[in-house]
């Protein structure tokens, strides 16, 4: 059945929306794909419809194809399971919690790692069940504080979610290197560029873990890559190679001064230069110890500070510090935080002050640059001074190490030492092995050969199926409008009749109907008394790869063939449309 214009739900805008910051959210919306209901939910209208359930065929077929079975259970959920497993805490606000009549605690489930166990508990108790695969695509929910650009960072949106059950390691590996491979195969349908980077596991515990990331340069995730060896990581994962320790005999006694007006980093170095010259070389920023306190909210509320050393020419990077410190949340120490310790002379935090054994008792963790026998300006813990020649392990210590400090473009590959480059993407899917953190929480256990009571091994691999369609539009567009990749065009053909003869408009109706019988789907612009100038902008904006015009040509027996992402025009024989069209369709037509 041809999607008609004439009668199709559809209102395509001229204007951007304004809460639009992507070109994905801004096409999504202008081309009548996507509409919003409120901040992060949104309505699938017909033709983005068509679009999501295209990526969702794609995904099942691949997910179906290494023998993953497919179930669904509910997103309403009782809570006693995630109590259990302990996210009904660690979770916090990112979750919806609700009460039924009876006052009963229930929430939307944000993925579904403890039902999945759950389920396999209650229908297996042998190895002979396992290995086991099995996925749902699911509308899960998350009160996601930034929901973001349309669909891509939704508080409701599809998550196609597997889990594999193995009795051993052995197992595991294979089952994650199955779907590692069907999730190559699904993102290449889907038509994005992407990366396979090293993850962190995150809220769901585990340990191997590796995310698909569709580049793009509004992506919110930043990884790096080394192009001598391959190395790629979110920046999350990143772990900064250690240096060796330094000889530190020579150095002399760590002694205070007195430097007024340096608040900065930049100031305190040019202090140095003017007051403490060095004879090799001028300070650097890097020769700083920075602390930075933060404020851990822990799950249950409780609130801890938290000192962070790093060298003065870095950062402290939110996204990778948040990463290490879940499922505490981050917050800004504030001056009354400051006011209720007073041990902490803000602008000049030195180590004397941090750490268990310090004035302030605050946990106190370093950088892993930060190794023994490195020496340091920092703060005195007086307000104006600040301490030189202080020597890590001879002079202070710390309560362990931290991966929070920033990660850049240049810095060393921690698997072969050279140079890394920074990019940004999308994280599209995660895979991950978890390992017997559920099955643990939830006993799930199964006989082995010797009868023995075992804990199954459990992996968990996500697709993010509704955020695929605002990565798809992201990386497929110009500026025009959209430009589908054909596996997931809303429609093989738009066919556009134009002006007001009734013989193009019959003409047109035929041409439909010799297309429908190959089997092409088509989106047939047969409204009347529109203009062609509004019927290209449409189709344009709706983007379906292969574009029919029907119009002036056919007095001389010709239609127009238009390539949607080329620009590319011909005018073909009326008669030999059918076959051209199923030219253009053939690399990713089946039908
Ligand atoms: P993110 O870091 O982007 O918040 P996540 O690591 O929390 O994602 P997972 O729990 O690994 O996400 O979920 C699996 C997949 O579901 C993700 O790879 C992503 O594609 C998708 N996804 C996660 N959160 C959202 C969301 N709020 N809106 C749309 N898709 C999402
Ligand atoms: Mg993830």
Same mark, same amino acid.
């Given at each position: 059945?041809?999607?008609?214009?004439?009668?199709?739900?559809?209102?395509?805008?001229?204007?951007?929306?304004?809460?639009?910051?992507?070109?994905?959210?801004?096409?999504?919306?202008?081309?009548?794909?996507?509409?919003?209901?409120?901040?992060?939910?949104? *309505?699938?209208?017909?033709?983005?419809?068509?679009?999501?359930?295209?990526?969702?065929?794609?995904?099942?077929?691949?997910?179906?194809?290494?023998?993953?079975?497919?179930?669904?259970?509910?997103?309403?959920?009782?809570?006693?399971?995630?109590?259990?497993?302990?996210?009904?805490?660690?979770?916090?606000?990112?979750?919806?919690?609700?009460?039924?009549?009876?006052?009963?605690?229930?929430?939307?489930?944000?993925?579904?790692?403890?039902?999945?166990?759950?389920?396999?508990?209650?229908?297996?108790?042998?190895?002979?069940?396992?290995?086991?695969?099995? /996925?749902?695509?699911?509308?899960?929910?998350?009160?996601?504080?930034?929901?973001?650009?349309?669909?891509?960072? +939704?508080?409701?949106?599809?998550?196609?979610?597997? /889990?594999?059950?193995?009795?051993?390691?052995?197992?595991?590996?294979?089952?994650?290197?199955?779907?590692?491979?069907?999730?190559?195969?699904?993102?290449?349908?889907?038509?994005?560029?992407?990366?396979?980077?090293?993850?962190?596991?995150?809220?769901?515990?585990?340990?191997?873990?590796?995310?698909?990331?569709? *580049?793009?340069?509004?992506?919110?995730?930043?990884?790096?890559?080394?192009?001598?060896?391959?190395?790629?990581?979110?920046?999350?994962?990143?772990?900064?190679?250690?240096?060796?320790?330094?000889?530190?005999?020579?150095?002399?006694?760590?002694?205070?001064?007195?430097?007024?007006?340096?608040?900065?980093?930049?100031?305190?170095?040019?202090?140095?230069?003017?007051?403490?010259?060095?004879?090799?070389?001028?300070?650097?920023?890097?020769?700083?110890?920075?602390?930075?306190?933060?404020?851990?909210?822990?799950?249950?509320?409780?609130?801890?500070?938290?000192?962070?050393?790093?060298?003065?020419?870095?950062?402290?990077?939110?996204?990778?510090?948040?990463?290490?410190?879940?499922?505490?949340?981050?917050?800004?120490?504030?001056?009354?935080?400051?006011?209720?310790?007073?041990?902490?002379?803000?602008? /000049?935090?030195?180590?004397?002050?941090?750490?268990?054994?310090?004035?302030?008792?605050?946990?106190?963790?370093?950088?892993?640059?930060?190794?023994?026998?490195?020496?340091?300006?920092?703060?005195?813990?007086?307000?104006?001074?600040?301490?030189?020649?202080?020597?890590?392990?001879?002079?202070? *210590?710390?309560?362990?190490?931290?991966?929070?400090?920033?990660?850049?473009?240049?810095?060393?590959?921690?698997?072969?030492?050279?140079?890394?480059?920074?990019?940004?993407?999308?994280?599209?899917?995660?895979?991950?092995?978890?390992?017997?953190? /559920?099955?643990?929480?939830?006993?799930?256990?199964?006989?082995?050969?010797?009868?023995?009571?075992? *804990?199954?091994?459990?992996?968990?691999?996500?697709?993010?199926?509704?955020?695929?369609?605002?990565?798809?539009?992201?990386?497929?567009?110009?500026?025009?409008?959209?430009?589908?990749?054909?596996?997931?065009?809303?429609?093989?053909?738009?066919?556009?009749?134009?002006?007001?003869?009734?013989?193009?408009?019959?003409?047109?109706?035929?041409?439909?109907?010799?297309?429908?019988?190959?089997?092409?789907?088509?989106?047939?612009?047969?409204?009347?008394?529109?203009?062609?100038?509004?019927?290209?902008?449409?189709?344009?904006?709706?983007?379906?790869?292969?574009?029919?015009?029907?119009?002036? +040509?056919?007095?001389?027996?010709?239609?127009?063939?238009?390539?949607?992402?080329?620009?590319?025009?011909?005018?073909?024989?009326?008669?030999?449309?059918?076959?051209?069209?199923?030219?253009?369709?053939?690399?990713?037509?089946?039908?």
């Amino acid at each position: 059945m041809a999607l008609r214009m004439s009668t199709l739900f559809l209102r395509t805008l001229r204007e951007d929306p304004a809460d639009a910051e992507v070109p994905s959210h801004r096409l999504l919306v202008r081309a009548g794909y996507i509409r919003r209901v409120s901040p992060g939910i949104y *309505t699938w209208l017909p033709l983005g419809l068509k679009v999501l359930r295209k990526v969702e065929t794609i995904v099942r077929e691949e997910m179906d194809a290494i023998g993953a079975q497919e179930l669904l259970f509910p997103a309403l959920l009782p809570k006693e399971p995630f109590e259990a497993s302990g996210r009904w805490r660690e979770y916090g606000d990112n979750i919806f919690r609700l009460k039924d009549r009876k006052d009963a605690d229930y929430l939307l489930g944000p993925t579904h790692e403890e039902m999945f166990t759950l389920a396999v508990k209650d229908l297996y108790s042998s190895y002979k069940d396992l290995p086991l695969a099995i /996925y749902q695509i699911q509308t899960k929910y998350r009160d996601e504080s930034r929901p973001r650009a349309g669909v891509l960072r +939704g508080r409701e949106f599809i998550m196609k979610d597997s /889990y594999s059950f193995d009795i051993d390691e052995a197992g595991l590996d294979k089952s994650y290197q199955l779907h590692r491979d069907a999730y190559i195969r699904i993102f290449d349908r889907l038509g994005f560029h992407y990366v396979i980077v090293q993850a962190m596991a995150g809220a769901m515990g585990g340990s191997k873990s590796e995310e698909f990331l569709a *580049t793009a340069e509004n992506g919110e995730d930043t990884y790096v890559h080394c192009a001598s060896c391959g190395y790629a990581a979110n920046v999350e994962a990143v772990r900064v190679p250690v240096p060796d320790p330094l000889p530190y005999a020579d150095v002399p006694a760590a002694h205070a001064e007195a430097t007024p007006d340096t608040p900065t980093i930049d100031t305190l170095v040019a202090h140095l230069d003017e007051h403490f010259p060095r004879q090799d070389r001028p300070w650097a920023a890097s020769d700083t110890l920075k602390n930075v306190i933060v404020m851990l909210v822990h799950p249950d509320g409780t609130r801890e500070p938290l000192a962070i050393g790093v060298p003065g020419d870095r950062d402290i990077d939110e996204k990778r510090l948040g990463a290490q410190v879940e499922p505490a949340a981050v917050e800004a120490f504030q001056e009354k935080d400051f006011a209720a310790n007073p041990a902490l002379v803000k602008g /000049y935090i030195g180590p004397g002050a941090l750490g268990s054994d310090g004035s302030s008792g605050i946990r106190y963790l370093l950088d892993p640059r930060v190794v023994e026998g490195t020496r340091w300006v920092t703060g005195a813990n007086e307000p104006g001074k600040h301490v030189l020649d202080l020597v890590a392990g001879r002079d202070f *210590t710390a309560d362990g190490t931290i991966e929070a400090a920033d990660v850049r473009p240049g810095d060393l590959c921690p698997s072969c030492g050279h140079a890394l480059e920074a990019a940004r993407g999308i994280e599209m899917g995660h895979i991950f092995q978890l390992g017997t953190k /559920y099955a643990e929480a939830l006993d799930l256990k199964v006989l082995d050969q010797n009868g023995t009571l075992q *804990t199954v091994i459990m992996g968990s691999y996500g697709v993010g199926v509704s955020r695929a369609v605002a990565c798809i539009a992201e990386g497929n567009h110009d500026e025009l409008g959209l430009v589908w990749p054909r596996e997931v065009s809303p429609a093989d053909v738009h066919l556009v009749a134009t002006g007001k003869d009734q013989e193009v408009f019959d003409r047109s109706e035929e041409i439909v109907r010799a297309l429908e019988a190959e089997g092409v789907t088509v989106l047939f612009d047969d409204r009347r008394g529109v203009s062609p100038g509004v019927k290209f902008k449409d189709s344009e904006l709706i983007g379906v790869p292969t574009i029919v015009v029907v119009g002036r +040509g056919l007095a001389e027996g010709t239609v127009e063939i238009k390539d949607r992402a080329t620009g590319e025009r011909s005018a073909v024989p009326v008669d030999d449309v059918v076959a051209r069209v199923r030219e253009a369709l053939r690399p990713g037509f089946a039908g």
